[in-house]
Each structure stands twice: as structure tokens, then as C-alpha cells.
């Protein structure tokens, strides 16, 4: 990892907010619903296990039994003080320790949905592949997996990122690097979508962005693969 996020646990939230104070944004929940939101309108089906690598102290996982009141939700993390922050504040989702592609192996269900949300930036390079081989395996058949990072290509993004304490030694993931990851490990159906070109959420707003999802200058961007026997 490019930092221990251990240091960070009980101040993560400060520091995303002030890293994004120049921008007048003061809501930082809507980064972590409206991915949420996303992964929820594009699944046909709603998955029964759903596995979120990297939650951290579980941000999102109120939001995730908001739009997936029915699935089981797990979180994994490096971080174990993270997760202690995590289990207090969402006391009915399992999260587990991760610190190597072995310990995934404890999950004897397969997932149906894996989320991992700017995650990867914080990977060593050389262990990108080894890490999405393994959640390959561990997900079910016609399982998806969404990465979203964020959008080099932005001016704006790139200017938080360069000066945000939490990503201190991360670099940007371009979204082809990230295609090419997911095709490798198997990934079939993939998707690249850019994402958040407002800060502002709404009706309106989340249309007009589902409608530039090629422009590549949100926020962010989200890949999309599945994991299909049939290709196998």
C-alpha cells in the first residue's frame, strides 16, 4: 500500500473534506451513494452476497443495505482499525481482514457483486493483476465486479489528488490500464464509463451524466466485467 491507512481511520472523513474545501464541497456522502446508486440501476439481478475490497471504515455500506436491503453485505480491508470504526457504525455487515490474496480463500460463498471504490490507486502496480485474479475467484457465475477510480484525464480531479493527504505516494490509474487488468484476469462483458461530472445530484443531473458517460472528463470512471462460465 502507498500509506497506512491505520494513520487515517478515525480521520479519514476530515481529510477528504478538507482536501475538497477549495471546491465548496461539504457533502462528502454523495461520492460514496451515487456509486452505490450506479451499481444498483445497472444490475438486472440483485446479487445475494455482495463484497465491497477495500471498505475501509465502511463509508459505504449504509448505503449499500439502503440499495440492496435484501443481499448480505461483507467488507474487507487492510486496515483493522478501519474496520473496527466499520463494525461499530454498521454492526449487521461482516467484514474481515484482509492483507494478502490467500486470506479471500476464507469465503466459502462466491459473491455475486464486488464493488471496489479507488482502491487500486493504493496497490503496488505489481500486485494489481494478483489482487483481480483472485477476486475473479471468488466471484460467482454471470458474478460482476465494479472498479471505480478516479479520472486522470480531469484537471480538476488531478488537482485534489495531487494535493490530498490520503492519496500521499498513490498514483492515478488511467482507465485503460484498468480495461487491460480486467481482460487479463479473465473478465468478460467489460464496460468503461466515465462518471460524476457534477457535484450536484439530482434527477436532471444523473441523466445528463448517464448520457455523457463517453466524455471522458468526469470525476471519475467505473469499469464493469463479469464473470461468465460460458467462456470460460
Request: glycine share 4%; hydrophobic share 35%; proline share 4%.
Amino acid at each position: 500500500m502507498s500509506l497506512s491507512f491505520d494513520t487515517f481511520a478515525t480521520s479519514y472523513d476530515r481529510e477528504l473534506k478538507d482536501s475538497l474545501r477549495s471546491f465548496y464541497i461539504k457533502d462528502i456522502s454523495l461520492f460514496a451513494e451515487y456509486k452505490i446508486k450506479k451499481v444498483a440501476s445497472i444490475l438486472s439481478l440483485k446479487p445475494s452476497n455482495i463484497l465491497e475490497f477495500g471498505c475501509g471504515t465502511g463509508r459505504n455500506s449504509s448505503f449499500m443495505q439502503k440499495w440492496f436491503p435484501e443481499s448480505r453485505i461483507y467488507g474487507c480491508d487492510i486496515s483493522e482499525k478501519s474496520l473496527e470504526i466499520a463494525r461499530s457504525m454498521n454492526p449487521s455487515v461482516h467484514y474481515d481482514t484482509i492483507t494478502n490474496t490467500a486470506d479471500l480463500s476464507r469465503y466459502k460463498q462466491p459473491f455475486d457483486c464486488i464493488f471496489v471504490s479507488n482502491v487500486f490507486h493504493h496497490i503496488p502496480f505489481n500486485e494489481h493483476q494478483i489482487w483481480l485474479d483472485a477476486l475473479f475467484g471468488i466471484l460467482s457465475n454471470n458474478g460482476n465486479i465494479f472498479i471505480f477510480e478516479h479520472n486522470p484525464y480531469n484537471p480538476i480531479t488531478k488537482f485534489i489528488f495531487k494535493n490530498s493527504k490520503i492519496d500521499k505516494g498513490a498514483t492515478m490509474l488511467y482507465p485503460s490500464y484498468c480495461y487491460n487488468l480486467l481482460k487479463r484476469a479473465n473478465f468478460k462483458k467489460i464496460k468503461r464509463k466515465y462518471s460524476l461530472f457534477f457535484t450536484w445530484r439530482n434527477t436532471v443531473f444523473e441523466f445528463i451524466e448517464q448520457l455523457f458517460w463517453w466524455f471522458p472528463l468526469g470525476a471519475q470512471y467505473y469499469l464493469q466485467g463479469e464473470k461468465n462460465s460460458s467462456y470460460l
